[in-house]
T-cell receptor
Framework: DTEVTQTPKHLVMGMTNKKSLKCEQH?????MYWYKQKAKKPPELMFV???????INESVPSRFSPECPNSSLLNLHLHALQPEDSALYLC???????????????FGEGSRLTVL | SQQGEEDPQALSIQEGENATMNCSYK?????LQWYRQNSGRGLVHLIL?????REKHSGRLRVTLDTSKKSSSLLITASRAADTASYFC????????FGAGTTVTVRA
């Protein structure tokens, strides 16, 4: 069982909707991540939060807006998405997010997003 | 953008056989990690090998790292049907980047 919880598991939204994906971990980890994964492709890094501050934004379009309210929670706010944004969105956490010293990532089961 | 390239893209073996997959990467790394993903689910960390290590074992898994060739291999011994999954290497320079993955099918 994963110790990173993502909700919802499935989300269908229209291009004009505003929705949010949520992620929670209670392992005391100080780094949290959003990855996007298309079918039969590897996960692609979107954002990294380290000690509740945004440390990496991989040039993600502004229609994706991350938020880290505290060290246990990570949100991804979605607005005006396109059909090509349909994918599995994976949240992960690690003890620290210190760049090249990052260790094991713990992943949630993902939120499968469909944009109509 | 992904840093690791994996080979083969897909592998089909009989239960009990060994499975070997390779990962090549381009830049210097601090560590290299292997993950497993069952269809449509989250990734599970398998093993981490640091740049100053050459080989590491965990249960039926054996990982090697050759920093001079910028390559790593994952060996799964005595495979089981439950090993059917996609396997990704992930290289760590300033961020963790995943390779394209190897899809392993273990036939009963």
């Amino acid at each position: 069982d994963t110790e990173v919880t993502q909700t919802p598991k499935h989300l269908v939204m229209g291009m004009t909707n505003k929705k949010s994906l949520k992620c929670e971990q209670h392992m005391g980890h100080r780094a949290m991540y959003w990855y996007k994964q298309k079918a039969k492709k590897p996960p692609e890094l979107m954002f990294v939060y380290s000690y509740e501050k945004l440390s990496i934004n991989e040039s993600v379009p502004s229609r994706f807006s991350p938020e880290c309210p505290n060290s246990s929670l990570l949100n991804l706010h979605l607005h005006a998405l396109q059909p090509e944004d349909s994918a599995l969105y994976l949240c992960a956490s690690s003890q620290t997010g210190q760049g090249s010293n990052t260790g094991e990532l713990f992943f949630g089961e993902g939120s499968r997003l469909t944009v109509l | 953008s992904q840093q690791g390239e994996e080979d083969p893209q897909a592998l089909s073996i009989q239960e009990g056989e060994n499975a070997t997959m390779n990962c090549s990467y381009k830049t210097s790394i601090n560590n290299l990690q292997w993950y497993r993903q069952n269809s449509g689910r989250g990734l599970v960390h398998l093993i981490l090998i640091r740049s100053n290590e050459r080989e590491k074992h965990s249960g039926r898994l054996r990982v090697t790292l050759d920093t001079s060739k910028k390559s790593s291999s994952l060996l799964i011994t005595a495979s089981r049907a439950a090993d059917t999954a996609s396997y990704f290497c992930a290289t760590n320079d300033y961020k963790l980047s995943f390779g394209a993955g190897t899809t392993v099918t273990v036939r009963a």
